[in-house]
């Protein structure tokens, strides 16, 4: 009775193995799916690979392109930088007179004459009305000409900040960067239009931007303008996102302009004593001669006064020039 109670247990054992068999050994579809499923894991992950890979190369490309971009732009500005000599016409250009050459040594001409007549009408002696003959001819044209241009790249740099800013907002919605360079050469106030304008005409005649660039950095000798060419020849060249570039350097530009303000601020102080001392001389000479006339009569009437003059004034022209460089601090 053991032995068949045995016998009916273990067949019944074998047929629960069995039918369990039956119920859960996977399918063919099964092992297809898993198969699939398997073949698709391979597949991505030798697709992250090349990917991975595609990537990376992209990126040593595009700074073996950024790297040529950048010794290619400091080649230029070196080989600007030596030029440091402007011709007359270039003056003019920067300092935005309509002026020709001759036109500007014509007018140097009739001061320099002016300047001597008024010497010889003064009854000063001749080689004072020779060094006023210089001063008319080549000093003072010059010296406004320098000023007139100081003040247009001041005037320039203070708005091209906003200029940026227009190109971000009109890069950011869709418009591509000629068409916002001819908005600012529209609706910039000056000199900031007039220079764009000319940056859009040489554009629109089939000069490339890079030698549009090049040409408005003569025009505008400024670091402002520098930077601005810099980030957009390496966008051009290795793509990137152009309103970020150019929003992070409008931020530039404007802390620039607020280390300026700082300095200006910092240096008030010393300009003020500079000026106080260097009107000096002057004013104690004006109160010797109101005092007393004949007091300093020998420094111009005599050989010795004369060199005692042209000494003093050597020194102080010095000392101008010397608190002059002191307080001028580049950003």
Not at 70 to 79: F, M, P, R, S, W
Not at 151 to 159: A, G, I, L, P, T
Not at 206 to 223: D, I, K, T
Not at 305 to 328: D, R, S
Request: glycine residues 10%; charged residues 20%; aromatic residues 6%.
């Amino acid at each position: 009775m053991s032995q068949n109670l045995i016998i009916i247990a273990g067949l019944g054992l074998f047929c629960f193995a069995a039918l369990a068999f039956v119920l859960l050994a996977p399918t063919e579809q099964d092992k297809a799916k898993k198969r699939l499923g398997s073949l698709k894991a391979a597949g991505s992950g030798g697709r992250r690979g090349v990917s991975a890979a595609n990537t990376e190369a992209q990126n040593k490309e595009r700074r073996k392109k950024l790297a040529e971009s950048l010794a290619h732009i400091e080649d230029k500005t070196k080989n600007l930088k030596k030029k440091k000599r402007l011709s007359m016409e270039q003056m003019l250009e920067q300092a935005g007179l309509s002026v020709k050459k001759e036109h500007f040594y014509l007018a140097s001409l009739v001061l320099a004459l002016i300047f001597g007549l008024v010497g010889l009408l003064s009854g000063q002696q001749l080689w004072v009305t020779g060094l006023l003959l210089v001063i008319g001819g080549l000093g003072f044209p010059r010296w406004v000409v320098n000023f007139l241009r100081k003040k247009r790249q001041k005037k320039f740099v203070d708005e091209f900040s906003n200029a940026i800013d227009v190109i971000v907002r009109g890069v950011k919605s869709g418009l591509p960067v000629n068409e916002c360079l001819k908005i600012i050469a529209r609706e910039a106030p000056r000199p900031v239009c007039d220079e764009f304008h000319i940056l859009t005409e040489g554009l629109r005649v089939g000069l490339s931007l890079e030698q549009a660039l090049e040409r408005m950095h003569e025009r505008m000798p400024v670091q402002e303008v520098n930077f601005f060419g810099i980030v957009l020849l390496i966008q051009q060249q290795t793509g990137g996102n152009l309103a970020e570039a150019l929003g992070n350097l409008g931020n530039v530009l404007r802390g620039r302009k607020l280390m300026e303000g700082k300095i200006k601020a910092l240096s008030a102080e010393a300009k003020a004593s500079a000026y106080i001392i260097g009107s000096l001389p002057f004013l104690v000479m004006g109160a010797v001669q109101l005092a007393s006339p004949d007091y300093l009569t020998p420094l111009f009437t005599t050989s010795t006064g004369n060199f005692v003059l042209i000494g003093a004034g050597m020194w102080m022209c010095t000392g101008i020039f010397v608190m002059n460089k002191m307080m001028q601090i580049k950003v």
